[in-house]
């Protein structure tokens, strides 16, 4: 097959395009900068110069496309400037999804998360529910509008199936909690709330391999959230020092991480907060993105590995870089 992807220099989509190479498949990747692209150099990708606001490179990533993967999206907590957020994820999303009906694209699959649902205070949640209060971070609104965006293309036609990761994690994660990772298997201690909010913490791997499924097998207009094992911040991080034989990171009471966001609430349009003191990355570190993979197993055949299997092998490649 010959597969479009978005998103493919970052951390899921840089795993689905060697999935979809090693499995056989052509990639044509979407990139801003080829020259910086190397990693889909190194996979074979064919890259395509453009960005998700330009119609001519999203016709010629699409052209004799049997597929396509929209990954790419916009993901920061405690930006002053948010506006990327409404242009990548939103904007974005739907001058693909109409690039991918002018095209007449066979198949789509769109990356959604579990956060679209906002804060679920630790209710397992499942595909059929629908968010209808406030979103608590720029990311989550801007990514529950997309998701409302990709449902509307589907019900108009276009075979768009959603998938819905949680929290990811494993070897080359840049993120937020790539690098708490890496401080603790280091053998340093960073702060994180005591209990906090609840994550369902997939192995980019089986994720990238969720997405595979859904072109696969998943049923136009469906969404299947690929949930993987719940734990909290200060769990799975206590985890990763467990593995490493390193100590837990350092534990701040709920009760002062929530003082500490209603304080700073003023001042964060204002002063340059660092981004994890940030209000929104604040509430973020307590809120709970839960929810149930049973329908990806049950449709797809998705299944994900433990996450002390997943952990160990993130430690170990921590330690080799």
Not at 191 to 210: E, F, I, S
Not at 244 to 261: D, F, K, L, Y
Not at 272 to 295: D, F, I, M, Q, V
């Amino acid at each position: 097959m010959r597969y479009a992807l978005t998103g493919a220099t970052g951390f899921v989509g840089g795993e689905l395009a060697r999935q979809l190479v090693e499995a056989g498949h052509d990639v044509v990747a979407l990139v801003r900068t080829p020259a910086r692209a190397s990693a889909m150099n190194a996979v074979g990708a064919e890259l395509v110069e453009g960005d998700l606001d330009s119609d001519a490179a999203l016709d010629r990533l699409l052209d004799r496309a049997d597929g396509l993967f929209h990954v790419a999206g916009w993901y920061k907590l405690g930006e002053r400037d948010r506006s990327p957020g409404r242009r990548v994820n939103v904007e974005g999303t739907r001058n693909v999804l109409t690039a991918a009906r002018r095209a007449h694209t066979p198949k789509v699959v769109y990356t959604s998360t579990l956060a679209v649902n906002s804060d679920t205070g630790g209710v397992v949640r499942d595909e059929t529910h629908r968010h209808t209060g406030g979103h608590i971070t720029e990311y989550d609104r801007t990514k529950a509008e997309a998701h409302e965006v990709a449902h509307d293309y589907a019900a108009r036609g276009l075979p768009v199936v959603t998938v819905m990761p949680g929290g990811i994690y494993g070897p080359g994660d840049t993120s937020q909690v790539g690098e708490l990772m890496a401080q603790v298997v280091a053998g340093r201690r960073p702060q994180v709330p005591t209990g906090g909010g609840t994550l369902m913490w997939t192995h980019v791997a089986d994720v990238a391999r969720g997405h595979v499924l859904a072109m696969e097998r998943g049923v136009a207009g469906e969404d299947y959230m690929l949930a993987g094992e719940q734990a909290t911040l200060s769990e799975l991080l206590g985890r990763v020092a467990e593995i490493a034989g390193t100590r837990p990171p350092r534990t701040v009471p709920t009760s002062v991480v929530r003082v500490m966001e209603r304080a700073l609430r003023p001042v964060a349009g204002v002063l340059p907060l660092p981004a994890s003191y940030h209000p929104e990355s604040l509430r973020a570190a307590l809120a709970s993105y839960t929810g149930t993979r049973a329908k990806a197993e049950h449709e797809l055949g998705w299944t994900c590995r433990p996450l002390s299997e997943g952990l160990t092998q993130t430690v170990v490649a921590l330690r080799a870089r």
